[in-house]
Nanobody, 126 residues
């Protein structure tokens, strides 16, 4: 069982930055690939980024590539999503998710993730 708690969301102007954190409980955190998804009002939850169990590989949605960076600290059971050059269209609730996966291949589908956090709101004003 893994419990995930996101933090770091807030209100920022376009062009600004935020760093989201996802703290995980459990001793097997390093056995999980971690992902971030987001859901804007009236839209489906969409993939944002993922990182493999050891940080050896990452994947990003085209919409955030070059602006967002995902990293993890397995000693602290934390995943970080650094978001730069934010745009109004990045406004959404951001969810952290865990996929029991010790390979380097990363999933971008909701069904591939086993555990989810409650989400943190990110609002980007124009």
């Amino acid at each position: 069982q893994v419990q995930l708690v996101e933090s770091g969301g807030g209100l920022v102007q376009a062009g600004g930055s935020l760093r989201l954190s996802c703290a995980a409980s459990g001793r097997t955190f390093s056995s999980y690939a971690m992902g971030w998804f987001r859901q804007a009002p009236g839209k489906e939850r969409e993939f944002v980024a993922a990182i493999s169990w050891n940080g050896g590989s990452t994947a990003y949605a085209d919409s955030v590539k070059g602006r967002f960076t995902l990293s993890r600290d397995n000693a602290k059971n934390i995943v970080y999503l650094q978001m730069n050059s934010l745009r109004p269209e990045d406004t959404a609730v951001y969810y952290c998710a865990a996929d029991y996966n010790v390979h380097q291949e990363l999933g971008s589908l909701r069904a591939e993730y086993d555990y989810w956090g409650q989400g943190t709101q990110v609002t980007v004003s124009s």
